[in-house]
C-alpha cells in the first residue's frame, strides 16, 4: 500500500511540474524584427524562396521588380537569449537580372527535442513569414518545412513544395507542380499550354484542380482514403474505381498526376 502511495505521489508530482514547465513555456518571449527588400527583375525572370518554419505569400504585380516584406520572430524562455539569436538568423540573399532568390539560415535548426522544448535550454524557436510581390510573368521555386504556401496572380511554371502545411494557388497560368504531405492543395489553372508533366501530391489532405475545359492531359488520379470526382470529359484507360482514375483529357497530353492518402480529389472545369 505504502509502495502504492508513493508512486501515485510520484505520478502527481511529475504532473505538476511538467504542468508548471509547459506554463512557463508558453509564456516565453517573443522578439521581432521586419524586413524589407526589392530587388529589379525582368518579365519571365525567376523567384526562389527557401524557408524552414513560416507561411510564404506570393501575389503577381505589374512592376519589373519584386518586392518582399519579411518578418523574422524569434520565441524562447530567455528574453536575452531570444534577443541573442535574432541577430543569428540569416536571410541569404542573391540576385542578377533574372533571377532573385532567398535562403533562410539559422544555427542549429532542426534540432533539440521534447526536453528541449520542455525545460527551455535548446535553440529558440524561429518562425520568418515572407509576403512577396513579384512581376506577374514570373517563375517559382518555393520551399517551406513548417508552414503554408500561397500564390496567387501568376503567369509562369510554378513549383511549391511543404511539409506541414496546405498550398493554395490561384488565378495562374502556367505550368504548376505542388507537394505537401500535412495538408490540402488547391489550385485554380486558369490557362494551360503544353506542358510534359504536373505534379500534385499530399499524404493527409484533399486535392481540389481546377482547369480550363479545353486541357489536354494523360491523368492519373488515386486515393486512398478517400474519393475522386471529375468534371473532366475523360477517355477511360483500365480500370475506374471510387479511389483511382486514369485516361485522356481530350485526346491526352503532358502527364497530370493527382495523389493523396487521406483526402479526395476533385478536378472541376471551368470554360
Known amino acids: 500500500m505504502k509502495a502504492?502511495?508513493?508512486?501515485?505521489?510520484?505520478?502527481?508530482?511529475?504532473?505538476?511540474?511538467?504542468?508548471?514547465?509547459?506554463?512557463?513555456?508558453?509564456?516565453?518571449?517573443?522578439?521581432?524584427?521586419?524586413?524589407?527588400?526589392?530587388?529589379?527583375?525582368?518579365?519571365?525572370?525567376?523567384?526562389?524562396?527557401?524557408?524552414?518554419?513560416?507561411?510564404?505569400?506570393?501575389?503577381g504585380w505589374e512592376k519589373d521588380s519584386v518586392d518582399m516584406e519579411i518578418e523574422i520572430t524569434v520565441q524562447h524562455s530567455s528574453h536575452k537569449r531570444a534577443e541573442e539569436?535574432?541577430?543569428?538568423?540569416?536571410?541569404?540573399?542573391?540576385?542578377?537580372?533574372d533571377h532573385v532568390s532567398v535562403e533562410v539560415d539559422y544555427p542549429g535548426h532542426g534540432s533539440g527535442g521534447l526536453l528541449s522544448w520542455l525545460f527551455g535550454f535548446g535553440d529558440p524557436t524561429v518562425e520568418v513569414r515572407f509576403v512577396v510581390k513579384v512581376p506577374q510573368q514570373s517563375?517559382?521555386?518555393?520551399?517551406?518545412?513548417?508552414?503554408?504556401?500561397?500564390?496567387?496572380?501568376?503567369k509562369g511554371d510554378i513549383d511549391c513544395k511543404t511539409t506541414?502545411?496546405?498550398?493554395?494557388?490561384?488565378?495562374?497560368?502556367?505550368?504548376?507542380?505542388?507537394?505537401?504531405?500535412?495538408?490540402?492543395?488547391?489550385?485554380?489553372?486558369?490557362?494551360?499550354?503544353?506542358?510534359?508533366?504536373?505534379?500534385?501530391?499530399t499524404v493527409n489532405g484533399g486535392i481540389h484542380l481546377s482547369l480550363p475545359g479545353d486541357?489536354?492531359?494523360?491523368?492519373?488520379?488515386?486515393?486512398?482514403?478517400?474519393?475522386?470526382?471529375?468534371?473532366?470529359?475523360?477517355?477511360?484507360?483500365g480500370k475506374i474505381s471510387r479511389s483511382s482514375m486514369k485516361?485522356?483529357?481530350?485526346?491526352?497530353?503532358?502527364l497530370l498526376i493527382l495523389k493523396t492518402v487521406n483526402g479526395g480529389i476533385t478536378i472541376q472545369s471551368f470554360k
Open 4 to 59: 502504492l502511495f508513493k508512486g501515485t505521489l510520484g505520478i502527481l508530482l511529475g504532473i505538476f511540474l511538467l504542468g508548471t514547465i509547459v506554463t512557463d513555456q508558453a509564456a516565453a518571449t517573443k522578439v521581432r524584427k521586419n524586413v524589407h527588400k526589392s530587388f529589379p527583375l525582368v518579365m519571365g525572370g525567376k523567384v526562389s524562396i527557401e524557408n524552414v518554419n513560416g507561411n510564404i505569400e506570393i501575389v
Open 85 to 97: 539569436f535574432l541577430k543569428e538568423v540569416e536571410l541569404l540573399f542573391d540576385n542578377s537580372r
Open 139 to 154: 517563375n517559382l521555386a518555393i520551399q517551406t518545412v513548417n508552414g503554408e504556401i500561397a500564390v496567387e496572380n501568376i
Open 164 to 201: 506541414n502545411g496546405g498550398i493554395d494557388v490561384g488565378n495562374v497560368e502556367g505550368k504548376v507542380s505542388s507537394k505537401t504531405v500535412n495538408g490540402g492543395i488547391a489550385v485554380e489553372l486558369n490557362k494551360v499550354g503544353q506542358f510534359d508533366e504536373m505534379n500534385f501530391r
Open 215 to 237: 486541357v489536354k492531359a494523360n491523368l492519373e488520379a488515386s486515393t486512398v482514403n478517400g474519393g475522386i470526382d471529375s468534371e473532366m470529359p475523360l477517355e477511360i484507360s
Open 247 to 254: 485516361g485522356k483529357i481530350n485526346g491526352g497530353g503532358g
